[in-house]
């Protein structure tokens, strides 16, 4: 079992940036992925960003170059810096664990506003 608790969201204007962190609790050893996921009203949840075991980041197109992800070596930390935030950034965002079994876990979210 994980437990994810995400923290950091809020309300910014367009070009601002913020912070998202999540406290992972459990079995971080067999994690295998961390990243974050977002879901926007009316739409799909989507891949932003992840990093694997050895360090390898994915970033979803329309935020490579504005957010970057990390983690602690212990994996007991994942965050996310958002900058360069635009309206369509938008959305309720999900800290989200892979474990080596292929289970995923997620956190309850937080939600990012930006708005003039």
């Known amino acids: 079992q994980v437990q994810l608790v995400e923290s950091g969201g809020g309300s910014v204007r367009p070009g601002g940036s913020l912070r998202l962190s999540c406290g992972v609790s459990g079995n971080s050893g067999m994690i295998s992925r961390m990243g974050w996921y977002r879901q926007a009203p009316g739409k799909q949840r989507e891949m932003v960003a992840t990093?694997?075991?050895?360090?390898?980041?994915d970033y979803r197109p329309s935020v490579k170059g504005r957010f970057a992800v990390s983690r602690d070596n212990r994996k007991t930390v994942v965050a996310l810096q958002m900058t360069g935030l635009k309206t369509d950034d938008t959305a309720v965002y999900y800290c989200?664990?892979?474990?080596?079994?292929?289970?995923?876990?997620w956190g309850r979210g937080t939600q990012v506003t930006v708005s003039s």
């Open positions: 990093i694997d075991s050895n360090m390898n980041r």
């Open positions: 989200t664990v892979r474990l080596t079994t292929g289970v995923d876990y």
